[in-house]
T-cell receptor, first 113, second 114 residues
Framework: AQSVTQLGSHVSVSEGALVLLRCNYS??????LFWYVQYPNQGLQLLLK??????LVKGINGFEAEFKKSETSFHLTKPSAHMSDAAEYFC???????????FGKGTKLSVKP | DTEVTQTPKHLVMGMTNKKSLKCEQH?????MYWYKQKAKKPPELMFV???????INESVPSRFSPECPNSSLLNLHLHALQPEDSALYLC?????????????FGNGTRLTVT
């Protein structure tokens, strides 16, 4: 069965610092992996996805993630944090019984001025 | 701006009320979803419709009744809810119910049951 583990329920960085949000997955088949962001009082917005092909995936708002099969990881990074990046971030793997998404528990990113 | 529109944004209802949540998308997507999200938790899947037919019901209590009148609309009918049903209800759509098809979410309906 597929599962996702997000390490760290809360990450705090200074503005301009590197953002690193960790996600490890468990999957018995080649996974499809996603990162979503949720701003307060809003729905989830797709940041990026990995399906097949290039393992370094670029997304919106300057985020990227690298699929590492050997480490079963799909960590999200951004070189320089902005105040507007403060939000909840969810890693997800596609692979429920009928292809539905399985979400991690989320990581809240805070950005200090 | 989101391409999935949910109404109302906020809803307060008593335990004996009947109300409905509405969701609309015009992206030509053929799969639509209802999720429930409690504070500081990830979304929990409730229902999936694929080509207007109910595909997944995650053992949701019968006081929640989904309906998909056409490929663009999704409703969630609510009746005799409990206070613990208070949550953010999110609608989502995808091109199809496929492993690699990302979801597009609406901004949700914040439901409070009194």
């Amino acid at each position: 069965a597929q599962s996702v583990t997000q390490l760290g329920s809360h990450v705090s960085v200074s503005e301009g610092a590197l953002v690193l949000l960790r996600c490890n997955y468990s999957s018995s088949v080649p996974p499809y992996l996603f990162w979503y962001v949720q701003y307060p009082n809003q729905g989830l917005q797709l940041l990026l996805k990995y399906t097949t092909g290039a393992t370094l995936v670029k997304g919106i708002n300057g985020f990227e993630a690298e699929f590492k099969k050997s480490e079963t990881s799909f960590h999200l990074t951004k070189p320089s944090a902005h105040m507007s990046d403060a939000a909840e971030y969810f890693c997800a793997v596609s692979g429920g019984s009928q292809g539905n998404l399985i979400f991690g528990k989320g990581t809240k990113l805070s950005v200090k001025p | 701006d989101t391409e999935v529109t949910q109404t109302p944004k906020h809803l307060v209802m008593g335990m004996t009320n009947k109300k409905s949540l509405k969701c609309e998308q015009h992206m030509g997507h053929r799969a639509m979803y209802w999720y429930k999200q409690k504070a500081k938790k990830p979304p929990e899947l409730m229902f999936v419709y694929s080509y207007e037919k109910l595909s997944i019901n995650e053992s949701v209590p019968s006081r929640f009744s989904p309906e998909c009148p056409n490929s663009s609309l999704l409703n969630l009918h609510l009746h005799a809810l409990q206070p613990e049903d208070s949550a953010l209800y999110l609608c989502a759509s995808s091109q199809a119910q496929l492993y690699n098809s990302p979801l597009h979410f609406g901004n949700g309906t914040r439901l409070t049951v009194t």
